[in-house]
């Protein structure tokens, strides 16, 4: 019995020591440095040198390669998705070679695995270019063998880069720096991805892409000069860089010159700039003035001709999206009166509208951050289509005295455009100074609104040195046809209805003149009160009619031409009424905004919004990927029309996609709305009938003539509403601009 006892305890003891040694067993730490080795098939061993080989010779047909049979690929990781700026996704390479691995999941990996990548199942493909592996499993596709292997990065040169070869590779590029206009910006946008680009110091550039998911998205970019390591990526035909790490992006050294922005903003009391010091074809690089890429990758280049030379921006066979670049003087000390004046050329002309040139000023532009200055739009002269190819054109003396007060002042030229809006444009003789030119001044022995120039003195004081500024006075007797850039012959003019261009008359002295070279053509600038009463597109009742008016006495469409017309009820006087001060009892220009107008919407999710036609507009479409039905008002303030008669409703309007239901766009007016309720449901509304629609089927505007609203005389508080409505069959988009009640 004590027998039994003393085995059963030893039995115990035992026990109790076999756990006691398993216990202590299991608290001795693991080597992690040693990764747990898996066993998965090897089968054919593949290099990605030999795996993009096979997807390279494979027809159409066979893509993308789906792996049926057992092979491995052995290679080491160069970047993983730890920081987020990729996900689900790693780069590797071996000696042949770099590819991207995509899987299904979450990789587990990290840079410097050393890892066996089996290939069964995997599926080789491209995504815009990118060679990927796709298809992965890191439980059943990868063997983590060794840890730490870290790659090291190849020296290159962004032409290296670009030059192709490098696609899915560790790199480090040195001497480069984020352009101008990125600074900043942070890394990504906060609602995806942020391209930015990085230069050298020869203006070579490519996008650094980061993701908004990065750890780094929100970091600013720095403003200095120095190295990156990246991933090389590529989408398409654009190549592409993948950061690891913001702590493989070092630049904190000066930035190079060469025409990236920054560099000395020293004050300078003038500026007398002919530009032929420039080096043909190379980015312009001045001391003191700056030349930046706000968007894209080209900037403003020397040009040589014939020993003259200037500066030139074009986004010609640019394959840009969008092109935007600043050449930004130095800062001018504004302690006294100052002129600016200049000379523009343009060719192969290709815009859309005015704004491929315009001159901008600045008073606290840091000489780097574009954005982050306040800019002003100088109303200056420079070359448009209508000019020749290849002439330059005076600005004029532009007053800078609004400037004075501050310590200095910037001018900037900003070109836009892209590769299909590619118009060439120059710029030449830039001076910054007290002494004026006399560009812009009058003419003499003549030339006021009382004793106007006669059409022939006109076409003689033409493109004067320095032009001749005043009113002339003529016959309307037609206008330029429509896609016509320069006038060359008579084809090319319209003597007689209809007219087909709202942009142009021609004046001659004799009233039924037939002859264009004794004509002078007028510019009607958009948005204005000249070109919306004078225009014989929407008005050709006033062909024959005189018109006294105000400008610049320069080149039109190749011809003698007046030109820069502020185009107010001030700037002219037509016969029979219309200009010299107006009688308009109400306007609304839509310049920037709704401005007095209110907008109510009864059914659907769109609205009356503000755009940028005709000088500004009110815009409404009931489109959205699909037609949706809507009712929209656009009502205006209450209109005072007591003491009043005769009053009429004028404005322009242009409609597409109407499929003739114009019953869906109709112009209203009430006397008993309280201005404040929906008008769909409060107020005695009447349609007006419009005298003049556009087409409806393109963006053409068209005046709708004189609306007769003399019943509502005597009423203070008359209301016009315009009332859109579409459906799930028609939805078109409707733009009206210029509200005028006189």
């Not at 770099?98 to 587990?108: V, Y």
């Not at 002042?409 to 030449?428: L, Q, W």
């Not at 006109?458 to 040195?465: F, H, L, Q, R, Y």
Request: proline share 4%; net charge negative; hydrophobic share 35%.
């Amino acid at each position: 019995m004590i027998m039994n006892k003393l085995k059963s305890l030893n039995n115990r003891l035992a026990l109790l020591v076999l756990l006691f040694s398993v216990l202590l067993g299991g608290c001795v730490k693991k080597e992690f440095d040693k990764p747990p080795i898996g066993k998965l098939p090897v089968g054919e061993v593949k290099t990605i040198a030999e795996l993009i080989s096979m997807y390279d010779n494979a027809s159409a047909n066979e893509k993308p390669i789906v792996f049926d049979y057992d092979a491995s690929l052995y290679a080491v990781v160069n970047m993983d998705e730890t920081s987020g700026n990729i996900y689900k996704s790693v780069f590797v390479k071996d000696a042949t070679g770099a590819i991207n691995l995509r899987f299904t999941g979450e990789s587990g990996l990290r840079t410097g695995d050393s890892v066996q990548v089996y290939l069964r199942k995997a599926i080789l493909n491209d995504y815009n270019k990118l060679y990927q592996i796709d298809n992965l499993n890191a439980d059943s596709n990868i063997v983590i063998l060794a840890n730490k292997k870290y790659p090291e990065p190849e020296v290159v040169t962004i032409s290296q880069i670009l030059a192709g070869g490098y696609q899915a590779k560790l790199i480090k590029l040195e001497n480069v720096q984020f352009i101008s206009g990125d600074l900043g910006k942070n890394y990504a946008d906060a609602s995806g991805y942020g391209n930015r680009f990085i230069e050298d110091c020869n203006g070579k550039s490519i996008i650094v892409r980061s993701s908004n998911y990065a750890n780094f998205a929100t970091k600013p970019l720095p403003e200095g000069k120095g190295s990156l390591i990246a991933v090389v990526g590529i989408f398409n035909t654009t190549y592409q860089l993948y950061i690891r790490t913001v702590s493989e992006v070092d630049m904190t050294g000066t930035r190079c010159g060469g025409g990236g922005g920054g560099g000395d903003v020293t004050p300078v009391a003038e500026v007398n700039e002919n530009f032929n010091s420039v080096t043909a074809d190379q980015d312009i690089s001045f001391t003191g003035w700056t030349n930046i890429a706000e968007a894209g990758t080209r900037k403003w280049q020397g040009k040589l001709f014939s020993g003259n030379g200037y500066a030139q921006a074009t986004a010609y066979n640019s394959g840009l999206t969008s092109m935007v670049s600043w050449m930004i003087t130095p800062p001018v000390i504004m302690d006294q009166k100052k002129y600016l004046r200049f000379n523009t050329a343009k060719a192969f002309y290709a815009h859309n509208d005015n704004t491929g040139l315009t001159v901008w000023a600045s008073t606290d532009f840091d000489g780097t951050n574009i954005a982050g200055a306040s800019w002003t739009q100088l109303n200056v002269t420079v070359a448009t289509q209508a000019d020749a190819d290849h002439t330059f054109i005076k600005s004029g003396d532009y007053d800078l005295s609004p400037f004075i007060g501050n310590d200095y002042v910037f001018i900037a030229f900003k070109y836009r455009g892209s590769d299909t809006e590619s118009t060439s444009y120059r710029v030449d003789d830039v001076y910054i100074g007290t002494e004026p030119d006399g560009g812009g001044g009058g003419g003499t022995g003549g030339g006021t609104q009382e004793e106007p120039f006669t059409i022939a003195q006109a076409i003689e004081s033409n493109n004067a040195t320095p032009y001749v500024v005043g009113w002339i006075k003529g016959y309307i007797v037609g206008s330029v046809k429509a896609d016509v850039s320069q006038v060359t012959s008579g084809d090319d003019v319209l003597f007689n209805p209809p007219f087909q261009l709202a942009t142009n008359v021609l004046l001659a002295d004799n009233i039924n003149e037939t002859d264009y070279t004794k004509c002078v053509i007028v510019n009607l600038p958009a948005g204005t009160a000249l070109r919306t009463q004078v225009n014989l597109l929407d008005t050709p009742g006033n062909h024959k009619k005189w018109l006294n008016v105000t400008g610049t006495l320069r080149t039109y469409f190749g011809q003698p031409g007046l030109r820069d017309c502020p185009g107010t009820e001030s700037d002219f006087v037509l016969e029979g009424g219309g200009g010299g001060g107006g009688d308009a009892i109400f306007t609304e220009d839509f310049t920037t905004t709704l401005g007095s107008f209110s907008h109510f919407s009864v059914v659907g999710p769109q609205i009356w919004e503000w755009a940028n036609f005709d000088g500004g507009c009110a815009k409404m479409s009931g489109y959205a990927t699909t037609n949706i039905a809507n009712e929209d008002w656009l009502v205006s303030p209450a209109i005072n029309l007591s003491g009043h008669t005769g009053s009429v409703l004028e404005f322009r309007q242009a409609a597409n996609y109407v499929n003739s239901q114009w019953d869906l766009l109709q112009v209203m007016i009430s006397s008993d709305y309280n201005g404040s309720s929906s008008p769909a449901e409060q107020g005695t509304w009447t349609e007006l009938a419009v005298p003049n629609r556009p087409p409806g089927t393109n963006w053409t505007f068209l005046n709708s003539g004189p609306i007769d609203i003399s019943a509502y005389n005597g009423q203070s508080a008359v209301y016009i509403a315009f009332k859109y409505r579409s459906t799930t069959s028609v939805a078109s988009t409707w733009e009206i601009s210029k509200v005028e009640v006189k």
